[in-house]
């Protein structure tokens, strides 16, 4: 098991910026690739960034890449999600995840296929 637990939300304003984390316990944290995903009011899920478990490769949602970046510290069992330039369409309820090590799909995860959800972190971009 893997629990998760994300933090840094809040409301910002239009190009701002925030740092998302998520706080991994349990087992190996290095064993899982990690994922964010979002989900606004109204609409599914999706996928945002990933990184896989070394993190040297990241992938990234159209809609966010160049603005955000994904990290990690396995020696601290964590991810990140810095988020600049924000944008009122950026509001959702950010999420982590979790993809065990043997898996040999796309790295622009499909919501279902990942196997830890964190409970998410709710962000809010005012216009």
């Known amino acids: 098991q893997v629990q998760l637990v994300e933090s840094g939300g809040g409301l910002v304003q239009a190009g701002g910026s925030l740092r998302l984390s998520c706080a991994a316990s349990?087992?190996?944290?290095?064993?899982?690739?990690m994922g964010w995903f979002r989900q606004a009011p109204g609409k599914e899920r999706e996928f945002v960034a990933s990184?896989?478990?070394?993190?040297?490769?990241?992938y990234y949602a159209d809609s966010v890449k160049g603005r955000f970046t994904i990290s990690r510290d396995n020696a601290k069992n964590t991810v990140y999600l810095q988020m600049n330039s924000l944008r009122p369409e950026d509001t959702a309820v950010y999420y982590c995840?979790?993809?065990?090590?043997?898996?040999?799909?796309?790295?622009?995860?499909?919501?279902?296929?990942?196997?830890?959800w964190g409970k998410g972190t709710l962000v809010t971009v005012s216009s």
């Open positions: 995840a979790a993809k065990g090590t043997y898996y040999s799909g796309s790295y622009y995860f499909a919501p279902n296929v990942m196997d830890y």
């Open positions: 349990g087992r190996t944290f290095s064993m899982y690739h």
């Open positions: 990184i896989r478990r070394s993190g040297i490769s990241t």
